[in-house]
Nanobody, 118 residues
Framework: QVQLVESGGGSVQAGGSLRLSCEAS?????MGWFRQAPGKEREGVGY??????SYADSVKGRFTISQDNAKNTLYLQMNILKPEDTAMYYC????????????????WGQGTQVTVSS
């Protein structure tokens, strides 16, 4: 069982930056960031697996994922934020290679709200 705790959300004006953190209670095999805006489906923002990060097209070039293994923490640096980035952001993780390769996650955090005003 892995517990995930997100932090770092808040309100920012368009063009600003935020850094989200996701602290895991133990080792994980893969982690990812997702977001869900009101009335919309949850979407993947970025994924971290095998030491490599990948991103959704909508955030590529603006968002960066990094990991601090010593702290079991995954970060999401968000730059040049847009109003359409407004959403609840969730961290997810899994322990299985098969699920990680399929970007399927067993463990989820409670989420942290990001609001970007124009």
């Amino acid at each position: 069982q892995v517990q995930l705790v997100e932090s770092g959300g808040g309100s920012v004006q368009a063009g600003g930056s935020l850094r989200l953190s996701c602290e895991a209670s133990g080792d994980t095999w893969c982690m990812g960031w997702f977001r869900q805006a009101p009335g919309k489906e949850r979407e993947g923002v970025g994924y971290f697996y095998g030491g490599m990060a990948s991103y959704a097209d909508s955030v590529k070039g603006r968002f960066t994922i990094s990991q601090d293994n010593a702290k079991n923490t995954l970060y999401l640096q968000m730059n040049i934020l847009k109003p359409e980035d407004t959403a609840m952001y969730y961290c997810a993780a899994d322990l299985g290679g098969y699920r990680c390769r399929r970007r399927e996650y067993t463990y989820w955090g409670q989420g942290t709200q990001v609001t970007v005003s124009s």
